[in-house]
């Protein structure tokens, strides 16, 4: 990722920015990906290996309808798309009415799965695997785009990303750094808070996508969104140095002071070889020399 520099003068009612040394977007480790493969942004599939099974399963239950004499019970089906996970129990999700999963996962034992759902391979193989297909298709198509600047035919990919899997992590992402990046703040603003309710938002896989949207979100002037997208991103990664490097650039680019302070202090808790977080260390002492030199 190109290393940009914070200017070196602020506006009377923003703090002064950092040295040039101190660079705006996060540490060369957290560097710009390349444009993620083909099968990245889909729901974890694993076809080739009788180690994880991956399919659709369904559960009849009755519901109740209506109330008083016109009360009455029905039956219902319910798809649910199936995950192995690595402890051998499974993660369901709910299908959507476009056959792609969606909402929070609930593990389950896999004589649970067995025993109360009934498999429907002949639907994930032609209903819910052409979907998650179709999504990851767009999805790389608007990423390639995106990565040539051409963000209108990004746009455009991530839109058909999104009428299938509105919960898709990299559409979300995708198309937000296109809004960001052409200044369309509501929209982007829009993106913000329906990324910070995706439970998969903030997971490893993806740490590349949240760490350029956060950079970005603040190189906006989003920092008050900046702030709370990276204190989310804290909460899976507690221990990652990076994220409160970041979370001090965008308090302190709304001048919290204290803030600052206190993420900087427990970066360099974690890492006391930062070196970014070791010059914004200096800096914010010679800023207070300066100013009280100057009164």
Do not use: W
């Amino acid at each position: 990722m190109t290393k940009a520099h914070p200017p070196k003068t602020a506006p009377a009612a923003a703090p002064a920015a950092p040295p040039a040394a101190v660079p705006a977007a996060a540490p060369a480790k957290e560097a710009k990906a390349a444009a993620p493969s083909a099968e990245a942004g889909a729901p974890q599939l694993d076809v080739s290996s009788a180690k994880h099974l991956v399919s659709v399963f369904s559960k009849e239950s009755t519901v109740k309808i209506g109330t008083g004499t016109t009360a009455r019970i029905t039956k219902q089906m319910m798809y649910y798309y199936a995950a192995e996970r690595a402890d051998g129990k499974f993660d369901l999700q709910a299908l959507s009415l476009t056959n792609v999963p969606f909402g929070s996962k609930t593990p389950v034992a896999r004589e649970t799965l067995l025993k109360d759902y009934m498999p429907e391979p002949q639907k994930y193989n032609k209903e819910v695997l052409p979907a998650m297909r179709e999504v990851t298709k767009c999805t790389a198509t608007a990423d390639r785009h995106r990565m040539k600047g051409e963000t209108f035919s990004a746009e455009f990919e991530y839109g058909k990303a999104l009428k299938i899997d509105v919960e898709n992590v990299r559409a979300n992402f995708g198309i937000g750094l296109c809004y960001l990046s052409r200044g369309d703040k509501d929209k982007a603003r829009q993106v913000f808070e329906r990324v910070c309710g995706l439970e998969d938002a903030f997971q490893a896989e993806h740490k590349h996508l949240f760490n350029e949207f956060g950079i970005n979100l603040r190189k906006s002037g989003m920092y008050d969104e900046a702030v709370v997208y990276y204190q989310k991103a804290l909460v899976p990664s507690p221990d990652d140095e990076n994220i409160h490097y970041n979370i001090a650039r965008a308090a302190y680019s709304k001048g919290d002071l204290p803030t600052t302070k206190e993420h900087l202090k427990q970066c360099l808790t974690m890492n006391p070889q930062h070196r970014e977080a070791g010059l914004f260390i200096k800096h914010l002492k010679k800023e207070a020399e300066a100013k009280k030199g100057g009164k």
